[in-house]
């Protein structure tokens, strides 16, 4: 089973920068896309940003010039580097993998257990 384990988050003055890694394991995999989403209490969950198998980022308008996703393809991990944080970044975030197990010959589309972002003075 593909399992997607999440890393850093936490506690950041506004204006600061936080990393979060996402790792994928088990199986023999080809990701085809990684995502982050986030969510903030009381509303739904929004696509921040996406970086498919060529490297080729979208994001969303809101994180635009403060986040970077990036992915090392050969450790089938993904980052998003948050920076100049802003107080309506606050939520949990989480990672999502979409590929193929050839190992079980299957789809992926796994998600990762959350990190909390909090940003605060």
């Known amino acids: 089973q593909v399992q997607l384990v999440e890393s850093g988050g936490g506690l950041v003055q506004p204006g600061g920068s936080l990393r979060l890694s996402c790792t994928a394991s088990?199986?023999?995999?080809?990701?085809?896309?990684m995502k982050w989403y986030r969510q903030a209490p009381g509303a739904q969950r929004e696509l921040v940003a996406t970086?498919?198998?060529?490297?080729?980022?979208n994001y969303a308008e809101s994180v635009k010039g403060r986040f970077t996703i990036s992915r090392d393809n050969a450790k089938n991990t993904g980052t998003l580097q948050m920076n100049t944080l802003k107080p309506e970044d606050p939520a949990v975030y989480y990672c999502?993998?979409?590929?193929?197990?050839?190992?079980?010959?299957?789809?992926?589309?796994?998600w990762g257990q959350g990190t909390q972002v909090t940003v605060s003075s």
């Open positions: 999502n993998a979409v590929g193929r197990d050839w190992s079980r010959g299957s789809a992926v589309d796994a």
């Open positions: 088990g199986g023999l995999l080809s990701i085809y896309a």
């Open positions: 970086i498919d198998s060529g490297s080729t980022t």
